[in-house]
């Protein structure tokens, strides 16, 4: 019985103190407009140029706030109805060595029932709006991402994705008809 009357006041006074600092955490964050995570790098090539070739493919910095990511590959044998693809992390220590995740899906399932992964919706879901990679197969066009703002996919991944900081690249593989085609790399760092 004691007890409960001396840790209610102890509670409260313990209690302050967390809510300033949560609250100046909250304002500290709000205030801080820097980006988390800087994108440093985005190669994309073609492995087979009957099949696809590189339009273009690059990061600009338009300003201090205003980055973004391009891209147009040119598809040279439509439609395209099996495609694969294989992304994994790197991260950098010595050199890049395979890190946290490596996966492969079948994009043409994936992309009829998007829910069906979760990993892999996180990271559409990263471009999507961007993109005409927004249907299921077939692929009959070319494809594009167009000018991706970097604020865009940082919003959503310092929100979902806490990882430690460091240098990080995602290596893609795009596999159709199952031949390697085309690698895309987007090399970061994390804060
Ligand atoms: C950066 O460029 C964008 C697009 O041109 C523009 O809307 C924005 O106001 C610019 N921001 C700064 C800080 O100059
Ligand atoms: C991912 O897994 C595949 C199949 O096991 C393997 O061939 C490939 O080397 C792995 N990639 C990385 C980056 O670890
Ligand atoms: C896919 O993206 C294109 C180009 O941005 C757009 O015109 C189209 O409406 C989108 N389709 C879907 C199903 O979201």
Redesign the pocket.
């Known amino acids: 019985m004691g007890n409960g009357a001396q840790n209610q006041p102890y509670t409260v006074e313990m209690g302050a103190p967390r809510c300033l600092i949560a609250l100046l955490a909250c304002l500290f964050l709000v205030e801080e407009v820097e980006p988390k995570v800087e994108f440093t790098n985005f190669k994309c090539t073609s492995l087979d140029p009957k099949f696809a070739i590189v339009e273009h493919c690059y990061l600009k910095s338009v300003n201090r706030t205003y980055k973004y990511l391009a891209l147009k590959i040119n598809l040279l044998q439509k439609p395209v109805t099996r495609i694969k693809v294989n992304g994994a992390t790197w991260k950098r220590f010595n050199g890049y060595k395979p890190s946290l995740y490596n996966v492969t899906i079948d994009a043409c399932k994936f992309l009829k029932n998007p829910k069906s992964n979760p990993v892999a919706d996180y990271i559409h879901r990263l471009f999507r709006t961007y ?2 990679m ?2 299921s197969c077939p692929f009959n066009h070319d494809v594009i991402i ?1 000018k991706l703002p970097i604020s865009f996919v940082n919003n959503q991944v310092t929100a979902v994705l806490p990882v430690p900081p460091g240098d990080y690249m995602f290596q893609s593989h795009w596999y159709a008809y199952d031949i390697n085609r085309a690698t895309v790399q987007v090399y970061l760092t994390i804060f």
Do not use: G, L, P
């Open positions: 993109s005409n927004n249907h167009d």
